[in-house]
């Protein structure tokens, strides 16, 4: 299944729902849900493996690339008594 901006049509709560239910046990048929959103509370860790979550970016020619938040490698970064998270994208070879 397709959908074009999941949290413009549906309230929250069941926009969340509607993705769980991809992920259930009840999902035997192993149907998929691609989807687009820019409701980050639908980018839960919990629903969501890393693997599983896409951007897309526009340069300046107008050409568009995507890549998973599983390219992004985290750092933990200790400043005093902070503990900062840094990410940065790692280029991969397709």
Do not use: W
């Not at 709560?13 to 035997?28: P, V």
């Not at 300046?60 to 690339?65: N, R």
């Not at 890549?67 to 970064?77: G, N, V």
């Amino acid at each position: 299944m397709i959908l074009d901006e999941l949290d413009a049509h549906f309230h929250p709560l069941l926009s969340k729902k509607i993705i769980t239910l991809f992920h259930a046990q009840t999902n035997q048929k192993f149907a998929q849900l691609l989807f687009i959103t820019h409701d980050t509370h639908l980018l839960d860790a919990q629903m969501m493996r890393r693997d599983q979550i896409y951007f897309v970016e526009k340069n300046q020619k107008g050409e568009s690339s995507f890549y998973s938040l599983a390219d992004f490698k985290f750092k933990t970064i200790f400043s005093g008594n902070y503990v900062l998270k840094h990410s940065y994208r790692q280029k991969c070879n397709i």
